[in-house]
Every structure is written in structure tokens, then in C-alpha cells.
């Protein structure tokens, strides 16, 4: 590999690691919410490609060593997940229910938002609480538009890690908890099972194991569902 072409892979790792510590270091000061590092280190950096004209598809490229190590992480969260298996297994009827439900809401927002957005976009935001990887690949399948359904994803991630533990407070579920847990990851997928992380290992425990059922569950029985409607 050419000398310029690791020298930019190494300015935009550092660049995207560097927007995320600093930012990582204004939300830990107040502690509040809305400023999590995730939210605005995603929005400096495409402020940053924006100016500098970048494309995304070489950002993507210059990137992909972060994005492995995604896997070691994901393969991390079976830790506490092993710790807890007998509180997990305790309350499999919470985590069956909760996840029948957001099933039925997505099929439900299908036909309540092709009346206000058409029907291309309301098919692609039916995915929105899906994990990335496996909403693509359903969306590929049904012939939907990846990157409206990559959209939706991002925006329901984003608004879940952030106001989803305001949310859930303001009924009583807060701290450390399965139930905040269960529903972080079954609405914001990875990005609200890092944010449960954050509150607890239990609430992580059941983010990630709700987060995992639930796209398998969206993979199995959405796409026949797309395909009728």
C-alpha cells in the first residue's frame, strides 16, 4: 500500500477516534444526555467530510480497522450476559413479549405511514429498530432502499441511546435494570445496548441479548410480512 494512502487511513482513524475522546470529555463534565459523545462525534465528523469534500465510500475504507474491532467487543458482551443467565432466563416471558410487541408496532407503522411519507419510505422505516447488518440485508432481499432503511436505523439508534433513559425514567425504570435493558436494545439496537452498558451490566446484559433475539426475530418473520404488504 502506497505511503499516502496509510497516512490518510492513520488522519482519519485518528480524526474519528479524536472527535469521540473529546467529546466523550464534555459528556462525562455535566453528564447530561443529550450530549453523549456518540450523537456528536457522528456530527462533527460528517461536518469534517462535508468541508473537506471526503467521500464517504474512502472514509469507509480508511475506517475499516475500527470496524473490526467491533467484533471482539460484540463477542465481549457475552460476559456478563453468562453472569446473569439465570436472571436472563428468569424473565424470558418480558423478553418474548417485549419483542412480539415492537414487531407489531414496525408492522403496524408500515400502514399507518405510507398515507404520510409513500410507501418506499414508510417499507424502509419499518427496519428502523433492526441492528444495521441484518436491516441491509432484509432491505436488500425486499428490493427497499438501503440507504433510506441505513437512515432510519441511525436515526432510531441515535434517538434511543439518548432520550430512551429520559424516557423510560419518567416511568419508573431507572438505574441498573432488566426492563431499561430489554427495551434499549430492542428500540436503538447497538447503539442503545452501548448506552445500557454505560447505566449497568445488567441493563447491558439484557440490551444485548434483546437486541440479539429481536434481529433475529425481524429476519426471520419481516420479510414475508414485506413482501405480502
Given at each position: 500500500m502506497p505511503f499516502p494512502d496509510i497516512l490518510g487511513d492513520v488522519c482519519w482513524i485518528a480524526a474519528t477516534v479524536g472527535s469521540?475522546?473529546?467529546?466523550?470529555?464534555?459528556y462525562q463534565r455535566p453528564g447530561q444526555p443529550l450530549l453523549h459523545p456518540v450523537l456528536w462525534s457522528t456530527m462533527l465528523l460528517v461536518v469534517l467530510i462535508g468541508i473537506m469534500h471526503h467521500p464517504l465510500s474512502a472514509y469507509?475504507?480508511?475506517?475499516?480497522p475500527l470496524v473490526w474491532l467491533l467484533g471482539p467487543a460484540v463477542v465481549a458482551m457475552a460476559v456478563p450476559i453468562w453472569e446473569r443467565?439465570?436472571?436472563?432466563?428468569?424473565?424470558?416471558?418480558?423478553?418474548?413479549a417485549v419483542i412480539v410487541m415492537s414487531l407489531v408496532f414496525a408492522a403496524g407503522n408500515l400502514f399507518l405511514l405510507r398515507g404520510l411519507l409513500g410507501?418506499?419510505?414508510?417499507r424502509a422505516l419499518t427496519l428502523k429498530s433492526v441492528t444495521a447488518p441484518v436491516a441491509i440485508s432484509i432491505a436488500r432481499g425486499a428490493g427497499l432502499q438501503e440507504h433510506l432503511t441505513l437512515v432510519g436505523v441511525m436515526m432510531s439508534g441515535m434517538f434511543g441511546m439518548v432520550v430512551g433513559p429520559l424516557l423510560l425514567s419518567w416511568f419508573g425504570s431507572k438505574g441498573d435494570r432488566p426492563d431499561l435493558g430489554i427495551a434499549l436494545g430492542c428500540a436503538a439496537h447497538g447503539l442503545g445496548t452501548a448506552r445500557a452498558f454505560e447505566i449497568g451490566p445488567t441493563a447491558g446484559a439484557f440490551a444485548s441479548v434483546s437486541m440479539g433475539l429481536s434481529a433475529l426475530?425481524?429476519?426471520?418473520?419481516?420479510?414475508?410480512?414485506?413482501?405480502?404488504?
Open positions: 469521540f475522546l473529546i467529546c466523550r470529555m464534555i469507509r475504507q480508511e475506517t475499516a443467565r439465570s436472571l436472563i432466563l428468569a424473565n424470558w416471558f418480558v423478553l418474548a410507501d418506499d419510505l414508510a426475530s425481524y429476519g426471520v418473520l419481516l420479510p414475508p410480512i414485506l413482501k405480502l404488504v
